[in-house]
């Protein structure tokens, strides 16, 4: 199976911070890599296909970056509303493992 | 709109068989091009896929559990199903359908395209005890 290791675990950031999630997969993935975003309580939503194609409907200021095994989200200026659980999840190879979540938190 | 919606016992003793149906609606689960896939997500924990089935009936389950995994389709009533055998405690958790689709084209790429779960349900907890 492909391991995929998010970091850091929890973060603390306030409205208006730049914010980046790194999300590293035990083998080349390509750019096989989705992200979600989860508030409490309520379902994952997909923000990023193809490690860095914005999913319709999704904040321009979210952008993804990377390729083979190294990955980024950014969120360039946080909002309220962005304060979540995000996880990534290779789309490469069965099965299609997740990694184990970032909580963003407000400082 | 299509939307999902699961359902099923909440409470599931263990050595029994946990089945959970998700029914489509707003759109024909047998339009082109959909995969239909159960996730689930432990108490505090991760999301953990547990397989798909296409509407031709084509079926893949993560192998941790496709000793005790079935996924079916029934197309007339536009739903499908999870039957996960044997359960234990270590079941409990979340479990979510989730609607997979092609979303874009590999960039140079003729064949391969990108695939992510765009349309879930609201997800239903069930508990082994």
């Known amino acids: 199976d492909i391991q995929m290791t998010q970091s850091p675990s929890s973060l603390s950031a306030s409205v208006g911070d730049r914010v980046t999630i790194t999300c590293r997969a035990s083998?080349?993935?390509?750019?096989?890599l989705n992200w979600y975003q989860q508030k409490p309580g309520k379902v994952p939503n997909l923000l990023i296909y193809?490690?860095?194609s914005l999913q319709s409907g999704v904040p321009s200021r979210f952008s993804g970056s990377g390729s083979g095994t190294d990955f980024t989200l950014t969120i360039s200026s946080l909002q309220p509303e962005d304060f979540a659980t995000y996880h990534c999840?290779?789309?490469?190879?069965?099965?299609?493992?997740f990694g184990q979540g970032t909580k963003l938190e407000i400082k | 709109q299509v939307q999902l919606q699961e359902s099923g016992p909440g409470l599931v003793k263990p050595s029994q068989t946990l089945s959970l149906t998700c029914t489509v609606s707003?759109?024909?689960?047998?339009?082109?091009?959909?995969?239909w896939n159960w996730v689930r997500q432990h108490p505090g924990g991760g999301l953990e896929w547990i397989g798909y089935?296409?509407?031709?009936?084509?079926?893949r389950y993560n192998p941790s559990l496709r000793s005790r995994v079935t996924i079916s389709i029934d197309t007339s009533k536009n739903h499908f199903s999870l039957e996960l055998s044997s359960v234990t405690a270590a079941d409990t958790a979340v479990y979510y359908c989730?609607?997979?689709?092609?979303?874009?084209?590999?960039?140079?790429?003729?064949?391969?395209?990108?695939?992510?779960?765009?349309?879930w349900g609201q997800g239903t907890t069930v508990t082994v005890s």
């Open positions: 999840q290779q789309s490469y190879s069965n099965p299609y493992t």
């Open positions: 083998q080349t993935i390509t750019t096989y």
């Open positions: 089935i296409y509407d031709s009936g084509e079926t």
């Open positions: 989730a609607r997979v689709a092609s979303l874009g084209k590999v960039p140079n790429s003729v064949y391969y395209y990108y695939y992510g779960m765009d349309v």
């Open positions: 193809g490690a860095s």
């Open positions: 707003g759109g024909s689960i047998s339009s082109d091009g959909y995969y």
